[in-house]
């Protein structure tokens, strides 16, 4: 029986090199001198400091840039509350979101059904989606579905076995 996974992964290498060349434009970019502004990762996040807001949305928009040139999904990024830091300095931390959720992963069933597609069936498996079906083109059917539909996280399709 045919199968394939659904999964939400994030590549930290590319993650990390888009960082460190958001960085490097920075510190070299005339508009951002004197504002001592910086972007750092850590595991799970990152952080954007700089003097202002506008400063700090100009940070966010280089991030974004070199996070698009390196093919993560900008629907990875979970954007926290701009925070007012001392001297009037401004933050802002970046959630890095992997794995399907609970409720992504009810979304995802939900939809699955809702094609109406014959002997297809759907099962959550931790943090993936097992898509199982009776014909390949059945779950070509659902693969395309699934990628014309927004749900508001990266996904990627793998493990596809005949």
């Given at each position: 029986m045919p199968t394939f996974d659904v999964?939400?992964?994030?590549?930290?290498?590319e993650v990390r090199n888009a960082v460190d060349q958001a960085s490097?434009?920075?510190?070299?970019?005339?508009?951002?001198k004197g504002t001592d502004s910086s972007v750092e990762l850590s595991e799970d996040s990152i952080a954007l400091n700089s003097?202002?807001?506008d400063r700090l949305t100009a940070l966010r928009q280089v991030l974004q840039e070199k996070l698009v040139k390196r093919s993560v999904s900008l629907k990875a990024l979970d954007y926290g509350d701009v925070e007012e830091a001392s001297g009037g300095r401004a933050r802002q931390h970046v959630a890095l979101s992997a794995g399907i959720s609970s409720d992504k992963a009810k979304e995802l069933n939900k939809f699955i059904k809702a094609l109406g597609i014959?002997?297809?069936q759907s099962s959550t498996q931790g943090d993936q989606l097992r898509v199982n079906g009776k014909k390949r083109d059945s779950l070509q059917e659902v693969m395309q579905a699934i990628k014309e539909h927004d749900f508001d996280i990266p996904l990627q399709f793998g493990n596809f076995r005949d």
């Amino acid at each position: 029986m045919p199968t394939f996974d659904v999964t939400s992964e994030v590549d930290m290498q590319e993650v990390r090199n888009a960082v460190d060349q958001a960085s490097r434009e920075i510190v070299a970019r005339f508009d951002f001198k004197g504002t001592d502004s910086s972007v750092e990762l850590s595991e799970d996040s990152i952080a954007l400091n700089s003097s202002n807001e506008d400063r700090l949305t100009a940070l966010r928009q280089v991030l974004q840039e070199k996070l698009v040139k390196r093919s993560v999904s900008l629907k990875a990024l979970d954007y926290g509350d701009v925070e007012e830091a001392s001297g009037g300095r401004a933050r802002q931390h970046v959630a890095l979101s992997a794995g399907i959720s609970s409720d992504k992963a009810k979304e995802l069933n939900k939809f699955i059904k809702a094609l109406g597609i014959k002997g297809i069936q759907s099962s959550t498996q931790g943090d993936q989606l097992r898509v199982n079906g009776k014909k390949r083109d059945s779950l070509q059917e659902v693969m395309q579905a699934i990628k014309e539909h927004d749900f508001d996280i990266p996904l990627q399709f793998g493990n596809f076995r005949d």
